[in-house]
């Protein structure tokens, strides 16, 4: 269906409305975990990266580190966990959830990815296009931090594995020191892609409000409800 034409502002606020369904339970519950979990690893990533707060005196008379690195591991765990379940909602989720929900392979999706970066760099909401899933700038960017959060998995059990030159996890991914010029280097991207997470997070977070503020699309309720009240004789690009 074509998008709707009237300016967001101008949208009455009576009227009749349905329901739209979009994010089933376990995407939800991934996502909040996934976000919790990564505001745990970039605290104690930086922490293990240059301990703070440390109290003069024998190292053995501090845990500190240890409760950090141990934080830190069971965060990444769950993140992973996290990563299967999305995978498998990727083709067991409804048309809002699936890969071709995060890819703009549609010619419509092409076309409205310009329009939709420039109602964003102008500040026209209402000559963006109208999506209940993610628009096409959305898609991206998920599918971007999904990479991202890949390569930092791989890159921090790397690091995990050094420890124990017999463990499942050195004789796995050994090969990424060489592959970066030494394990010097792979904590340093692993530390660089810690930073991309925490610029991120604000941009999502603020993208997220101006969404609800501006489009009054109920982008923030939608993570916790699963779903949308919109008007019902509002087109949608992916209805």
Same mark, same amino acid.
């Given at each position: 269906m074509?998008s /709707?034409?009237?300016?967001?502002? !101008?949208? #009455?606020? @009576?009227?009749?409305?349905?329901?739209?369904?979009?994010?089933?339970?376990?995407?939800?519950?991934? !996502?909040?975990?996934?976000?919790? =979990?990564?505001?745990? %690893?970039a605290? *104690?990533?930086l922490?293990?990266g240059?301990?703070?707060?440390? @109290?003069s005196?024998?190292?053995?008379?501090?845990?500190?580190?240890?409760?950090?690195?141990? %934080?830190?591991?069971?965060? $990444?765990?769950i993140?992973?966990? *996290?990563?299967i379940?999305?995978?498998?909602?990727l083709?067991?989720g409804?048309?809002?959830?699936?890969? @071709?929900?995060l890819i703009p392979?549609?010619?419509?999706?092409?076309?409205?990815?310009?329009?939709?970066?420039? $109602? +964003?760099?102008?500040?026209? #909401?209402?000559? /963006? #296009?109208? &999506?209940?899933? !993610?628009?096409?700038?959305?898609?991206?960017? &998920?599918?971007?931090l +999904?990479a991202? /959060?890949? %390569?930092?998995?791989?890159?921090g059990?790397?690091?995990?594995?050094? +420890?124990?030159s017999?463990?499942?996890?050195?004789r796995?991914l050994?090969?990424?020191?060489?592959?970066?010029?030494?394990?010097?280097?792979?904590?340093?991207v692993h530390h660089v892609l810690?930073?991309?997470f925490?610029? &991120?997070?604000?941009?999502?977070?603020?993208? =997220?409000?101006?969404?609800?503020?501006?489009?009054?699309? =109920? *982008?923030? =309720?939608?993570?916790?409800?699963?779903?949308?009240?919109?008007?019902?004789?509002?087109?949608?690009?992916?209805?």
């Amino acid at each position: 269906m074509s998008s /709707a034409t009237a300016p967001v502002e !101008h949208l #009455p606020r @009576t009227g009749n409305y349905r329901w739209v369904q979009l994010w089933g339970i376990p995407l939800r519950v991934m !996502h909040w975990a996934a976000a919790i =979990s990564i505001v745990v %690893l970039a605290v *104690t990533g930086l922490y293990i990266g240059k301990p703070y707060f440390m @109290t003069s005196g024998e190292a053995s008379s501090h845990f500190l580190m240890g409760w950090m690195r141990l %934080l830190h591991f069971i965060a $990444a765990g769950i993140l992973v966990m *996290t990563a299967i379940v999305r995978i498998y909602w990727l083709f067991a989720g409804n048309r809002y959830e699936r890969w @071709t929900a995060l890819i703009p392979w549609h010619p419509r999706d092409i076309r409205n990815f310009f329009r939709q970066a420039r $109602a +964003y760099l102008l500040v026209r #909401p209402e000559e /963006a #296009p109208r &999506y209940l899933g !993610h628009n096409p700038l959305q898609q991206l960017s &998920y599918t971007g931090l +999904y990479a991202l /959060a890949l %390569l930092q998995a791989i890159t921090g059990f790397a690091l995990y594995g050094q +420890y124990d030159s017999t463990s499942f996890f050195f004789r796995l991914l050994n090969w990424i020191g060489p592959l970066l010029g030494g394990m010097p280097n792979v904590r340093f991207v692993h530390h660089v892609l810690t930073w991309a997470f925490i610029i &991120y997070i604000p941009i999502h977070v603020y993208m =997220s409000i101006r969404a609800d503020v501006l489009d009054r699309n =109920s *982008t923030i =309720s939608s993570i916790v409800s699963g779903g949308r009240m919109v008007r019902a004789d509002e087109a949608f690009e992916d209805d």
